[in-house]
């Protein structure tokens, strides 16, 4: 049974054991150790407790630097055990398992650079004094993860929170619990003091929930659906601890008329149909200008069908078993009633079968033509290999399509105008846009989201100081004690 950390001790806890699903064929990838309300509170207490000893705290900049570019290092040699364990986890192809490694080792190198060279500010002043502003570990980090990309979604929240100075503990999901165990184990051999990374696993209803709510976590980090980073919300506002919530989206990925077909056609089935469809960015509504619908609509179709279901272990395999069982039923649900909506399936639509198919969580990918934009299959995010396929007429159709619903992260525009892609690109409202492109996603780039679509920014120098505090210092320079009590200029 694995086990989890709190300071330098594995346990097993105190709460029942759970497994973790193999969604390619239903076995049991682990079964782990479940921590209770009082396990949570002596993972906050040891990060506090870390915090706070000298070894961290007066840590020079360059020497944490150090760590990090050594966290990178064993990332790199256990890079295949990574990928391997993703895989079974949560289904997701090996190769996009193993790219993920590489790009999980890259964000550390990032912010063992970005924590010694990002700069403070000397601020002008207006009288004998010397100003200036500093920036402060915000203090213990509680850090939720989702299940579809541990790997780099865990990285992207350890490496700028411990580059910043804090302590931290992680919850992974309860569908992809191992990675976070294994970063646990690499902090460890890279030299970080015990207790800098705890992590603890468990049910975000349980485990979740305790550690947002503990009165010694300073600051709450979440990727996840919209519904549950409300909820954080709503429990940060009450305790007025800052919070970054990475939640849904609904992403337009949009094809002008003059837009390069073919590789406008890649683009919409690399934005939706990669990782299954389980992606907050991906490319769910697919909306393309009139005067060349029917004909991409019917390249795009074939394209679509022509797509590998199957394992992830086999190389020419385009879309793997989504992430559990229980995920494959509820995007089911969703497609079955959009079709009871009106939507009509394009290709898709049904359960795969044969061989493998049979055993695992697979999803065929699939397009939904959808000709009411209030549909809620229009509106909810699904999170699987799901497009829905919409046409507009011409550009302020289009923003009004685009710009109706409640989610704001992302964007893609095929289009040969770049005159044309600018506008668009300033009218749509998204955290990130694509110009003939789609999915980049470069830990240098500060990435997040508009309206429903979460608070605060991860990646780039933004990503980092998100877990700092601004401090501004007052140097006085006069040689004499400050004037009081005030005299009027008559006295005597």
């Known amino acids: 049974m694995e086990k989890f950390l709190v300071g330098d001790e594995w346990r097993s806890g105190n709460g029942e054991s759970f497994e973790s699903i193999n969604p390619i064929d239903g076995s049991v990838a682990a079964t782990l150790a479940q921590a209770s309300e009082s396990d949570v509170d002596d993972a906050v207490r040891a990060a506090r407790q870390a915090l706070e000893t000298p070894a961290w705290r007066d840590m020079k900049v360059h020497e944490r630097g150090k760590l990090l570019h050594r966290f990178a290092d064993l990332i790199d040699q256990n890079a295949e055990t990574l990928a391997q364990i993703q895989t079974r986890d949560n289904g997701k192809t090996i190769s996009e398992s193993r790219f993920q490694s590489k790009s999980a080792a890259d964000m550390f190198r990032y912010f063992a650079a970005v924590c010694e060279t990002t700069e403070s500010s000397v601020i002008p002043s207006r009288g004998n004094y010397f100003c200036f502003s500093s920036f402060e570990p915000v203090g213990v980090v509680a850090a939720i993860a989702p299940w579809n990309s541990p790997i780099t979604l865990e990285a992207q929240k350890l490496a700028p929170a411990l580059a910043a100075g804090n302590a931290i503990v992680l919850k992974s999901s309860e569908v992809t619990p191992c990675i976070g165990l294994q970063y646990g184990r690499l902090a460890m051999e890279a ?31 979440f990727t996840g659906g919209t519904k549950s980073g409300r909820e954080i919300a709503k429990v940060a506002g009450e305790r007025l601890i800052p919070c970054i919530l990475e939640l849904g989206g609904k992403s337009p990925n949009i094809v002008f008329d003059d837009a390069d077909i073919e590789q406008a056609v890649t683009g919409m089935l690399f934005g939706i149909f990669s ?203 006069a040689d004499g004690p400050i004037p009081w009590p005030p005299r009027a200029a008559n006295a005597v």
């Open 191 to 221: 030299g970080f003091p015990p207790g800098i990374l705890n992590v603890v696993t468990g049910f975000g209803a349980s485990v979740g929930r305790a550690l947002v709510a503990h009165p010694g976590v300073d600051m709450v980090t």
């Open 275 to 477: 990782n299954a469809g389980q992606s907050c960015i991906a490319g769910s509504r697919i909306l393309i200008q009139e005067g060349i619908y029917d004909a991409f609509v019917a390249r795009l179709t074939s394209a679509t069908r022509a797509l590998k279901v199957g394992s992830p272990y086999d190389a020419d395999t385009a879309v793997a078993p989504v992430s559990s069982f229980h995920h494959r039923d509820h995007i089911e649900h969703f497609v079955e009633r959009a079709l009871s909506q009106g939507a009509v399936a394009l290709c898709g639509g049904s359960r795969p079968s044969g061989g493998i198919l049979d055993k695992g969580a697979y999803v065929q990918p699939t397009l939904l033509e959808v000709t009411d934009e209030r549909s809620s299959v229009a509106h909810e995010e699904i999170f699987g290999p799901v497009a829905c396929v919409m046409k507009f007429q011409d550009e302020e159709d289009l923003y009004r399509i685009a710009n109706n619903t409640a989610y704001g992260l992302a964007c893609g525009i095929w289009t040969a105008d770049y005159k044309k892609a600018f506008r668009a690109a300033r009218r749509i409202k998204a955290g990130t846009v694509w110009v003939n492109t789609y999915k980049i996603a470069e830990v240098n780039v500060p990435f997040g989201g508009f309206k429903q679509s979460g608070l605060g920014r991860e990646c780039g120098i933004e990503g980092m100081r998100e877990y700092m505090l601004e401090k501004s210092t007052y140097l006085n320079l």
